[in-house]
């Protein structure tokens, strides 16, 4: 099959796309044919060579599709050849054909095209499982999310904005934050030029951010800390600031707060499921209905997956990034 292979680790240039051996769906798997995957933060760490794969998984980059069901592993219940699904993946989403345990398979949701629906299998599940799910958002909550122009970002802020919370966010240019406002964003925060924790406490009069949601890790730890509520929950899932911080323990108990840090990716196939069940059941009438739509920067084929790289590594972007296998 058809698939993007790394000559090594690096820059974009590492990235063309020759042949790879077919995958074959185990037990509880199913073999979807691609016809769209996107690009996210990971893959650029993986082609670095930062981010390895788990063990026994595809070492072809890629961690969401959409596509067609082709093949079904045995044991497989629910789903037939010819069901048109999106992904999360542990793994192998930049090829021809990927086997997906059938747990993480979701239906495409009403109204949206195949190759959009790509756009959204790892964003929602990253937004539901840590803001929902482990964080707890509920309505009239103030929630902070960091890098509202990205994938994740655009994504959160229609989903809490759509369950009536109260949505901040950070970005790095008027353009940017124009988008957030329109999608939904109360209050927009240019990092470059604001102090988004004298922001977040002058606009909720002390309050501060019942959740935040960091991308950044390290180099925003404890500016975080200071914009979290009483009994506030800070859900890190990036480390593009760094990996090592110094927190104060003494402020977060008087907080009474939680520092949470999660990863989608290792998680066990059980665990996955269960949130891909969780997503299809309370995110995709949001995105049928409207109230949430996938943002795509742009769409380009298989074989411009260095340029693609570069769109992502360059940070110029807002949404998603999607590339056409098919």
Known sequence: MRA???????????????????PVARTGEVLVETVATAVNKADTL?????????PGESDIIGLECSGRIVALGPEVEGWSVGDEVCAVLAGG?????????????????????????????EVACTVWSNVFMTAGLQAGDTFLVHGGAGGIGTLAIQLASALSARVLTTAGSAEKLAVCSE?????????RDEDFVQVVDDVTDGHGADVILDNMGAKYLGRNLDA???????????????????????????????VIATSLRARPVEEKAAICAAVAEHVWPLVSDGSVR?????????????????????SGHVGKILLTVA
């Open 4 to 22: 993007v292979i790394a000559s090594g680790s690096g820059g974009p240039e590492v990235l063309s796309v020759g042949e790879a051996p077919d």
């Open 46 to 54: 993986q082609r670095k060579g930062h981010y390895p794969p788990p």
């Open 93 to 121: 989403g930049y090829a021809e054909r990927v086997a997906v345990p059938a747990g993480q398979l979701m239906p495409v949701p009403a109204g949206i095209d195949l190759v959009t629906a790509a756009a959204l299998p």
């Open 228 to 258: 979290l509520a009483t009994e506030g929950r800070l859900v890190i899932i990036g480390m593009q600031g760094g990996t090592k911080g110094e927190l104060d323990i003494a402020k977060l108990l008087r907080k009474r707060a939680a």
């Open 294 to 314: 996938p943002v795509v920067h742009a769409t380009m084929p298989l074989e411009r997956v260095a340029e693609a790289h570069r769109l992502m590594d360059d």
């Open 183 to 191: 999608l939904g964003a109360d209050v927009t925060i240019n990092y």
